[in-house]
């Protein structure tokens, strides 16, 4: 009997996402290059070129075509991949909320980086944020293990007949894309079984039930098209919980819609998104030999937002500090807003601490971390605090 | 209340899998205007059956023309093409 779990090897996190696309064999693969998704689909396209996927990967010559493409090859009921970043992404972004709105199960990874300008092609979630409102599910990942693992569980979530929207799954540009971490991937059969057969809702190349997409919508049905999605959403927190729980018997490896780590005793939790994650995890390991009672926690899902779990996460806690590795100029970082209402709609609000950090890819390291919870229990920190930046 | 369409019945994507179907389409109940054909002046050139962009002009087996309203949006070609002024545009307050 072949083993669930294959031997670890030594890769980079777009190596990663490409090793995994590889497993499953999509269909289609339309992809533009942009540091630093670039090795996903390079890797990718050796894999074509060698006849070790049958997918029909297809050049374009701009993003706003690549996800053009896909939709129009999910719609005819193909399993369709693609890869983008930065200025990738907001090329493609007239065609974000409309992929999403014709209910097709696109997969894109994004090696997130920031949106220039000034010009810059570094680490921030400056081009996801600017695409969390389209409509598209969005997972994140901590390291290179975890960038394998949520490209096998993306399509998983994203074309369940319930939920059939497209879905971004997040690793953090070079800090992940380009590392080299030990990974331990899965065998490919079981990768494949697990993923399991397309099966398209109402496909067009399905000749012998001709349809229509993506008509018009006069106002009497756009709005309720909208609310269908909101329905989606909601049944893809569900989804997810449920696809995390498979997943684990087969890899052994636990997901969770919100990763915690050391929050049941703490006085002051952290949030915050992607790589971080972990330099925090360190941070707090750190301050806790201190005598400090702190944690961490990482929403797994950023879109569906894991509202509930996020209030019960926050209850009873002296200080939340939301970190947020993109800024809304003029107002807050995108998810303080969101822990804010979670819990506030939810029950009695702690002190409440958005920290701007490391956009343009500024170096937060284990220290910077600590700061930012040893700031909070001085009483020294604004409501929102911009990490580094000299006032 | 506005009044929406039931998320429930709808097809999900803005999807038609029915083909066909656009006849159901009432795009008469955009309208503001509606035709009247003063019959005792037309002289049944058929001009405005023709020229109606929707197909609302309807002949009966005399030849004579009556608008048919589903479909109408009150566009006014009709009564811009008779040759005879047979047509005014009035307010539609059905
Ligand atoms: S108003 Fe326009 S749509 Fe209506 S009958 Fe005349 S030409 Fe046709
Ligand atoms: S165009 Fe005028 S005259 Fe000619 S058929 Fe129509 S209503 Fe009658």
Known sequence: ?391 | MVNLADYKEMIIGSRVIEPGNSEKFRTGDWRSQVPVIDKSICISCLSCWIDCPDNCIVVDEDGLVDVKTTHCKGCGICSQVCPKDAITMKEDIA
């Open chain 1, 1 to 391: 009997m072949s083993s669930k779990v294959g031997t670890d090897i030594a890769i980079n996190g777009d190596g990663a996402v490409a090793l995994a696309w590889k497993q499953i064999n999509p269909d289609v693969v339309a992809a533009y290059p942009i540091t630093p998704q670039t090795i996903i689909v390079e890797d990718f396209s050796k894999y074509v070129a060698n006849g070790e996927v049958d997918t029909e990967f297809i050049d374009v010559e701009s993003e706003h075509s690549a996800l053009t493409l896909c939709s129009t090859s999910s719609s005819a009921g193909a399993r369709t991949f693609t890869a983008t970043a930065s200025q990738g992404l907001a090329y493609m972004w007239e065609m974000l909320p409309i992929t999403a709105a014709m209910r097709v199960p696109v997969m894109m990874a994004v090696a997130n980086r920031t949106v220039s300008g000034p010009i810059n092609i570094n680490n921030d979630h400056g081009d996801v944020m600017s695409a969390r409102d389209t409509g598209w599910l969005s997972i994140f990942a901590e390291n290179v293990q975890e960038a394998y693992d949520m490209s096998i569980i993306g399509p998983r979530i994203a074309e369940h007949h319930e939920v059939q929207l497209p879905i971004l799954v997040n690793l953090d540009g070079f800090i992940l894309t380009h590392a080299i971490e030990r990974m331990t991937p899965l065998d490919t059969q079981h990768v494949r079984d697990f993923v399991g057969e397309f099966k398209p809702l109402y496909p067009l190349l399905d000749t012998d039930h001709p349809v229509t997409h993506n008509l018009m919508d006069g106002p009497l049905f756009y709005f309720p098209h909208k609310y269908q999605m909101v329905v989606a959403m909601n049944k893809a927190l569900d989804v997810a919980r449920e696809v995390f729980a498979e997943f684990a018997k087969i890899s052994g490896r636990e997901y969770h819609m919100v990763e915690e780590y050391r929050c049941d005793d703490a006085d002051y939790i952290a949030i915050v998104l992607g790589s971080s994650f972990g330099t925090m995890k360190q941070a707090v390991d750190n301050l806790r030999d201190e005598g400090m009672k702190v944690g961490v926690a990482m929403p797994r899902v950023y879109r569906p937002w894991p509202a509930d779990e996020i209030a019960a996460l926050c209850k009873g806690k002296k200080a939340v500090i939301v970190m947020d590795r993109h800024l809304s100029i003029g107002a807050y970082g995108p998810m303080f807003p969101e822990v804010c209402a979670s819990i506030a709609v939810n029950g009695k609000m702690p002190e409440m601490y958005n920290f701007i950090y490391g956009l343009g890819g500024a170096d937060t390291m284990v220290s910077d971390f600590m700061s930012v919870y040893k700031t909070v229990e001085a009483g020294k920190a604004n409501t929102i605090n911009y990490l580094g930046v000299k006032e």
